[in-house]
């Protein structure tokens, strides 16, 4: 009897422990949030991160936390996304940091510019350099809270109707190019245009455009660009390794709990693996493909990089002497940037050289 009643009271002191329980450590209030992307649902790669990032956030908390993903022009335009959150007509945004470097040349360096960082170098200044820091004191200006949403890796330079022999043939050309790398093609004669991936192909076909950049192989295949501009160029210096990122609205993610916190956290970590390891399976592929259908490949004469080099660094001064949030983030990537060279030269170039040199 002393047994069965010990074994009683030791159940019922269990029962009380585990209904207590939740109450302190498991308690979650359900959440809907509403993500704004600036990307087409027909991209399942570049707007495929905002899915990966919802369905992590799902899982992980047991489906109380639910994130609806949304393509660009549902909620709001593509490019109307910053003033979306800021505003907190959403709680969260997946895009482009460097489409909204007209707010302030500053976005730009979240995402990239021209001869900046390649993928690996940009998500080492991210997360071991200052630049997470830096930009996150940037956006509180926008009362957003940014995390790494995904990077595709180095980008074509995009397709031409006209081949591009050498800077004489930037004279006059109208390409739809991303972000910031606009003021540096304008800077070399051309008429930069920006216009949202879903409508580059109209543009392009009708003639609007002399040509179009978007990302690489595997996307542009999908958007057709090969259909109505056959010459296909590299590298995209604008691009070296553009960042995408989530933006939330700071009030949002302040009320979330620690533990949705660290959710959030994770999932868009994930999604920022997912993307690039999703773009380096799929575009060798796809470039194989393009090329066997008759697109041109070629790589950029000699002195179209030299100026747009040139221009660059001279745009770069020209900022850092007149905005101070650019100066201060711009310095401290430049100096990261200078260091990651010296050392990839050695081993990843060395090794990347001798392999693409090899018949395998």
């Known amino acids: 009897m002393e047994r069965r009643s010990f074994v009683k009271q030791a159940g019922l002191a269990g029962v009380l422990a585990a209904a207590s329980a939740p109450a302190i450590v498991h308690a979650q209030a359900n959440i809907r949030w509403r993500l704004a992307s600036s990307f087409p649902k027909s991209l399942d790669t570049i707007f495929g991160a ?48 460097y489409y909204f470097f007209g707010k302030d040349e500053t976005f ?19 997360v071991e350099g200052n630049g997470l820091k830096l930009m996150r004191e940037f956006y509180r200006n926008y ?30 050309m109208k390409m ?3 972000g910031f790398a606009g003021r540096v093609l304008e800077r070399m004669g051309g008429v930069p245009q920006n216009i949202p991936g879903g ?12 040509a179009a950049e978007w990302v690489g192989p595997y996307d542009d295949q999908k958007l057709g660009f090969n259909k109505v501009a056959p010459n296909y160029y590299y590298p995209g210096w604008w691009e070296g390794g553009p960042q995408l ?15 949705y916190k660290a959710i959030v956290e994770c999932a868009a970590a994930q999604a920022h693996i997912d993307m690039q390891a999703k773009y380096d399976a799929k575009n060798p592929q796809a470039l194989k ?30 900022l850092s002497a007149k905005n101070p949030n650019w100066k201060k983030v711009y310095e401290d990537l430049a100096a990261f940037r200078r260091d990651q060279n010296l050392w990839f030269r050695f081993a990843e170039a060395g090794f990347d050289d001798f392999m693409q040199a090899q018949k395998l």
């Open 50 to 97: 905002a899915d990966v990032f919802a369905k992590k956030v799902s899982e992980m908390t047991g489906g109380k936390f639910q994130v609806s993903v949304h393509a660009g022009g549902e909620l709001m335009p593509p490019f109307g996304v910053v003033d979306g959150v800021q505003n907190g007509t959403v709680e969260m945004a997946h895009t482009a940091p």
């Open 176 to 178: 739809r190019i991303g």
């Open 245 to 259: 990122d989530f933006y939330i609205n700071t009030k949002a993610y302040d009320g979330l709990s620690a533990e």
């Open 199 to 210: 409508e580059i192909y109209s543009a392009l076909e009708k003639g609007t455009i002399d």
């Open 108 to 126: 730009a360096l979240g995402c990239a510019i021209p001869f900046g960082l390649n993928s690996r170098q940009m998500s080492a200044w991210m």
């Open 143 to 172: 009362n957003i809270i940014n995390f790494l949403g995904g990077n595709t890796g180095a980008q074509m330079g995009g397709w031409y109707r006209k081949e591009i022999k050498s800077v004489a043939d930037i004279k006059g």
């Open 289 to 318: 493909s393009l090329v066997g259908s008759g697109t041109k490949l070629f790589k950029f004469p000699r002195d179209v990089m030299d100026l747009a080099f040139k221009e660059s660094m001279a745009i770069y001064s020209e």
